[in-house]
């Protein structure tokens, strides 16, 4: 029995976690669509990532994978439909989208995508949108629909905005948005800041930042939106695992930033399998799970919620230069 390699892309955007590159067996040969897509109310532009599965009995899967003319269709239509309009997207190179291909088996030039200037389309939360890929004579390749992910907002005062870090307590921290009910997983994370200087040169400040994974995967729990509670003692924990205790350094917290990544019903459906992939710029192959009608690959909605600006309590400040688990970090 001839059997086909399906290589391509797929992503978990931001979400998410990491793939091999390795190869899956699937049946006898046909043509058969590899599509990736995210679409987002955030996005200036959508972009689709449309591959093929092949077969040469007589070459490498290898060095078939580093030939383009077997990676992308030739004269195909990529079009979402929204509200009965179609709007047809133009197919660019990614690498000079600011999207380049990461270094793998596949060939990185060119990388082609499918292209949709958001103003073109103008898509808000809720919008139920389909895409539809069609070949040269108009006969459909695969189609697949997504309701769009509407904006969320940080409860004001889940967390306040100077958070009182305590080793012996708790923070809450919710989300929240009065129209979506497409968003059904999320991912948490922090950016923290802080200002380094030396004893010799107390006014010469460096800024220093790092990032805090408080969360992922979260399920959608409550009806409209989420919370986590993030114990306290974790923070004092992260500054220590991320922060040098040189003596001869001075250090000033100054802010903390909140993002949370929201995924749609299939991107929720395509992490609960557990194989999720690393993005557009991938090299990496497709996981069995798909919501093509006839293809593989995964079309969906994403949303990025970004909240600047956290502070700490005078409170707080006192516990990370006095804690023994940290005050050697010298924050004053």
Request: hydrophobic share 35%; aromatic share 12%.
């Amino acid at each position: 029995m001839k059997r086909i390699f399906i290589l391509s892309v797929l992503a978990c955007g931001l979400l998410f976690s990491a793939c091999s590159n390795e190869f899956d067996l699937v049946d006898d040969w046909k043509s058969i669509p590899i599509v990736y897509g995210f679409l987002s109310v955030q996005d200036s532009a959508h972009y689709i990532r449309v591959e093929k599965a092949f077969l040469d009995p007589e070459t490498s899967a290898l060095d078939i994978a580093r030939n383009p003319d077997s990676l992308y269709y030739e004269d195909i239509t990529v079009q979402l439909i929204k509200g009965g309009t179609s709007y047809t997207m133009t197919r660019v190179d990614g690498n000079l989208e600011g999207y380049p291909r990461k270094d793998g088996i596949f060939a990185t030039t060119p990388n082609y995508l499918y292209k949709l200037d958001s103003a073109s389309i103008a898509l808000k939360g809720r919008d139920i949108v389909k895409l539809v890929i069609t070949d040269a004579n108009d006969n459909t390749l695969t189609e697949a629909s997504t309701e769009i992910v509407s904006d969320y907002f940080m409860s004001p005062s889940s967390p306040s905005d100077q958070i009182n870090w305590d080793p012996d307590k708790t923070i809450r921290v919710r989300w929240r948005s009065t129209t979506d009910e497409a968003g059904q997983f999320y991912d948490v994370k922090a950016t923290i800041f802080y200002d380094e200087s030396t004893v010799e040169n107390p006014t010469d400040f460096v800024r220093k930042e790092f990032t805090w994974n408080m969360g992922d995967k979260i399920d959608r729990n409550n009806e409209d939106g989420a919370d986590i509670r993030v114990d306290g003692a974790s923070f004092f924990n992260v500054m220590v695992e991320n922060v040098d205790n040189t003596e001869s350094r001075l250090r000033y917290f100054r802010e903390m930033t909140i993002e949370v990544d929201v995924g749609g019903k299939e991107l929720f459906d395509f992490v609960k399998v557990g194989q999720a992939n690393t993005g557009i710029t991938s090299a990496q192959v497709i996981p069995s799970f798909t919501n093509l009608s006839n293809g593989l690959g995964l079309f969906s909605s994403r949303y990025r919620l970004t909240r600047k600006g956290y502070r700490i309590t005078g409170t707080a400040n006192d516990f990370l230069k006095d804690l023994d688990l940290t005050k050697e970090l010298n924050f004053q």
